[in-house]
């Protein structure tokens, strides 16, 4: 069984270079249709960047892989930064 990621893991227990692969590969496995576009997708993850609970690719305000998220047209900021 392979193994689940959850936002009580401590990043010591974790493989980051897996855990990269399995976050783009479940952006890669959205439908298009369930997808934004690649420039709201840039747009979202820059807002992401600017903001100050952004810690370890997640946030800190609800604990998401900000990435995959900002990735799904039904993700949102907890902050109603994204439009």
């Known amino acids: 069984m392979e193994k689940r990621y959850c936002r009580k893991c401590l990043l010591a227990e974790l493989d980051d ?16 249709k369930t997808r934004v576009s690649d420039p709201e997708y840039k747009n979202r993850l820059d807002i992401c960047r600017d903001c100050d609970y952004l810690n370890e690719a997640t946030c800190g305000a609800c604990g998401c892989y900000v990435e995959l998220r900002a990735a799904a047209k039904s993700g949102r900021c907890p902050y109603k930064k994204w439009k």
Not at 17 to 32: G, T, Y
């Open 17 to 32: 270079e897996k855990l990269a692969r399995e976050v783009k590969d479940a952006i890669e496995r959205l439908d298009a």
